[in-house]
């Protein structure tokens, strides 16, 4: 089993930065790429960015050159940095797992409330 931790969410002015991290523990090890979506009511969850193992990375083009996921191998955690925020922005944002016996992301965080106002 893997658990994962959101921390970071909250509020922001529009064009304002939040970084998300997405902490890692239980059987972390085998967790091969982390990915953050976001979701707001009424509509579909929406891939974000992803960070694999071996350190590549994909962001969203809905925030390609505004938001950036990094990793730090030692503890286990990911982020995402986000930049110039914009109100649509604005939803939970959750962190993902999965590793080489999953055929997705199965382990989850609780999600962390991203506000931005204009």
């Known amino acids: 089993q893997v658990q994962l931790m959101e921390c970071g969410g909250g509020l922001s002015q529009a064009g304002g930065s939040l970084r998300l991290s997405c902490a890692t523990s239980g059987n972390q090890f085998v967790v091969n790429t982390i990915a953050w979506y976001r979701q707001t009511p009424g509509t579909q969850r929406e891939l974000v960015a992803t960070?694999?193992?071996?350190?590549?990375?994909s962001v969203a083009d809905s925030v390609k050159g505004r938001f950036t996921i990094t990793g730090d191998s030692a503890r286990y955690t990911a982020y995402l940095h986000m930049n110039s925020l914009k109100p649509e922005d604005t939803a939970v944002y959750s962190c993902a797992a999965r590793t080489s016996s999953t055929s997705g992301y199965v382990y989850w965080g609780q999600g962390t409330q991203v506000t931005v106002s204009s």
């Open positions: 960070i694999a193992s071996d350190g590549s990375t």
